[in-house]
């Protein structure tokens, strides 16, 4: 399975952006993808996952609330949209996928398969 992630960039506080993460070779094997952010500072961070057959979401309980996930089946494309955008949430974005069932959809060490990282950089 192959992930291509996009939509990054610079956008001011308060602003908006959508990233989407495209996936392609054996996607009826996808059990679940799932959106992870990562800083210099901090360890990979889980903003949240949906399930690839029925579209269930999960979210952290602090990226409640502004991040939504969601897909498009015909495209065999994941979206991360992003609300109310904060200096805070500078950050590469990944998109990251896996066959296995989950428990944990946090737990980014539980991810087999990768997107190359989207940068979004929230400044004015």
């Known amino acids: 399975v192959q992930l291509q992630a996009s939509g990054g960039g610079l956008v001011q506080p308060g602003g908006s952006l959508r990233l989407s993460c495209a996936a392609s070779?054996?996607?009826?094997?996808?059990?679940?993808v799932a959106w992870f952010r990562q800083t210099p500072e901090k360890s990979r961070e889980c903003i949240g996952a949906i399930r690839w057959s029925t579209g269930r979401t999960y979210y952290a309980d602090s990226m409640k609330g502004r991040f939504t996930i969601s897909r498009d089946n015909a495209k065999n494309t994941i979206y991360l949209q992003m609300t109310s955008l904060k200096p805070e949430d500078t950050a590469v974005f990944y998109c990251?996928?896996?066959?296995?069932?989950?428990?944990?959809?946090?737990?980014?060490?539980?991810?087999?398969?990768w997107g190359q990282g989207t940068q979004v950089t929230v400044s004015s």
């Open positions: 990251a996928a896996t066959a296995r069932v989950l428990y944990d959809f946090s737990d980014f060490t539980l991810y087999n398969y």
């Open positions: 070779g054996g996607t009826d094997s996808l059990y679940a």
